[in-house]
């Protein structure tokens, strides 16, 4: 089983009223955890970018591990 390793911006947006709404993107992905980890401490810069009611943060970089795996033809049930 193969994994990578997505790197994500969370941040969050105004919900309309003040409150703040998490959200995330997938910012790229490698192969190894080294170099994921690497890039969040190089580029992770944590900070408040607006505060309408509640603060919305930003430059929050989380590294998800993800398992690749091949899937079975039987499991691609789109293909018979």
């Known amino acids: ?10 941040f969050d947006v105004d919900g309309g009223f003040g409150d703040a709404i998490p959200q ?7 192969d190894n955890t080294e170099d994921a980890n690497e890039f ?7 900070h408040i ?7 919305l ?8 591990e993800l398992n690749m795996t091949q899937p079975d033809r039987e499991d691609m049930w789109w293909l018979d």
Do not use: Q, T, W
């Open 1 to 10: 089983m193969n994994k990578i390793y997505l790197v994500k911006h969370c």
């Open 24 to 30: 995330e993107e997938v910012i790229c992905g490698f």
């Open 40 to 46: 969040v401490e190089k580029y992770s810069n944590p």
């Open 49 to 55: 970018y607006d505060s309408p009611y509640a603060s």
């Open 57 to 64: 943060e930003c430059g929050v970089l989380r590294v998800e």
